[in-house]
């Protein structure tokens, strides 16, 4: 998930791909706030902290099972969203 990396924001060439950069990770972040509150908080701390699974599991209190199944089932929920909410060219609308 690019919107996560804000290196890709700085790697941008253009005011048309930081736009387009800032549009993928504002479309990411409303389809993250629908998750359930577990998928959300694992998503939140494997990705944006960048802690391991391993990492989450110990934080959560859960097992490791739950952190990559919440982690598998929010990827899909936010995949499946984005790429209905894209036109022919890809780009969110």
């Not at 990411?28 to 706030?33: E, T, W």
């Not at 391993?54 to 990827?75: F, K, M, N, W, Y």
């Amino acid at each position: 998930m690019h919107a996560f990396d804000t290196a890709a924001m700085e790697r941008a060439a253009s005011d048309e791909e930081r736009f387009a950069q800032y549009e993928e990770s504002s479309a990411l972040f409303k389809v993250l706030s629908r998750l359930p509150d577990q998928q959300l908080d694992v998503m939140v701390l494997r990705h944006l902290r960048g802690m391991s699974p391993s990492t989450v599991a110990d934080v959560l209190g859960v097992p490791i099972t739950s952190v990559r199944s919440d982690e598998r089932h929010a990827r899909h929920a936010v995949e499946a969203v984005l790429s209905t909410e894209s036109d022919p060219e890809g780009k969110a609308l």
